[in-house]
């Protein structure tokens, strides 16, 4: 799974969904597909650390704390 750019506003989504989570939600998606698309996002920032850069660690820790943060609020 990679990042890609969101064909609305240009800020990253997963690989296969051609609107980020924002502009689903703008449009009017169903907050369970919302949901979906931002965990999908983080774990595709997890799995795209392919170098030993400081961007990519960064990149890679953004999406481990919004997966966290929405796993908390769950509970």
């Known amino acids: ?11 990253p989504t997963a690989e296969g969904l051609p609107f980020c ?3 689903m939600e703008e449009s009017g ?7 979906a698309a931002e965990e999908l996002r983080d ?3 997890v799995l795209s650390i392919t ?4 961007a990519n660690i960064q990149e890679a820790m953004q ?6 943060e929405r796993l908390e609020r769950r509970f």
Do not use: Y
Request: proline letters at 3%; charged letters at 25%; one cysteine or more.
């Open 1 to 11: 799974m990679k990042l890609q750019k969101c064909e609305r506003c240009g800020k």
């Open 21 to 23: 989570p924002a502009c």
């Open 29 to 35: 998606a169903a907050a369970e597909a919302v949901t």
């Open 43 to 45: 774990i595709a920032r």
């Open 51 to 54: 170098a030993d850069t400081d």
């Open 63 to 68: 999406g481990i704390l919004n997966i966290a």
